[in-house]
């Protein structure tokens, strides 16, 4: 959960959008950085900051940067956070 800098009050996200790492990692992996706007609902905070990331793999596996590096494919995925994200956010964002 995420608190605000401000107050310390727990904050909402309000929106995501992706930024994906034109490099992979070592295991061929490309990083995908999922950033959000975050308001807190106590004092009206505002700020930017990073929601999660997610490491996919040459075959499309996927795992959850908190995870520790388990690959696991996209189906089978049941656990960890659910993270949505409105594709059209990227082209509003630089
Ligand atoms: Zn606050």
């Known amino acids: 959960m995420t608190r605000c800098p401000r107050c310390g009050a727990e904050a909402q996200v309000e929106r995501t ?4 790492s034109p490099l992979p990692d070592a295991l061929g992996r ?3 950085t999922v950033l959000g706007t975050f308001r807190c609902g ?3 905070y505002r700020w930017k900051g990073r ?3 997610i490491k996919v793999g040459p075959e499309g596996e996927v795992s959850l940067g908190k995870d520790g590096g388990r ?4 189906s089978e995925r049941r656990e960890g956070k659910v993270i949505e ?3 059209s956010d990227i082209l ?3």
């Not at 959008?17 to 994906?20: E, G, K, T």
């Open 17 to 20: 959008w992706q930024v994906i």
């Open 30 to 32: 490309i990083t995908i």
């Open 42 to 44: 106590s004092c009206g």
């Open 51 to 53: 929601v999660s990331s």
């Open 71 to 74: 690959g696991r494919r996209p």
């Open 85 to 87: 994200v409105d594709l």
């Open 92 to 94: 509003e964002e630089e």
